[in-house]
């Protein structure tokens, strides 16, 4: 491969890189907002984001019991 050749190939590959990188800059400007409007949901809910794994399993322990709780009003003969 001559020099001119190596050099238009090099070339082209940084100007690919420099695409992927305003993609890739792009993208996380994106995420960045989208977690920003989360984080502000989620405190509109009542709720600290440092807390929402405890919050999700306060609420699948109160789904569970509100469950259990139908059951038991569910006559026996209708459960068969």
């Known amino acids: 491969m001559s020099m001119t050749n190596e050099i238009n190939t090099l070339k082209k590959e940084l100007e690919?890189?420099?695409?992927?990188?305003y993609k890739a800059e792009a993208k996380m400007d994106s995420?960045?907002?989208?977690?920003?409007?989360?984080?502000s949901e989620i405190k509109k809910?009542?709720?600290d984001p440092?807390?929402?794994?405890?919050?999700?399993?306060?609420?699948?322990?109160?789904i569970?019991?509100?469950?259990e709780?139908?059951?038991?009003?569910?006559p026996n003969e209708l459960l068969k």
Not at 50 to 62: S, T, Y
């Open 16 to 21: 690919k890189l420099r695409a992927d990188r």
């Open 31 to 39: 995420l960045k907002h989208q977690k920003e409007d989360l984080v």
């Open 45 to 47: 809910m009542g709720v």
């Open 50 to 62: 440092e807390d929402l794994d405890k919050e999700i399993i306060k609420l699948e322990k109160e």
């Open 64 to 67: 569970n019991d509100l469950i």
């Open 69 to 74: 709780e139908v059951k038991e009003m569910i």
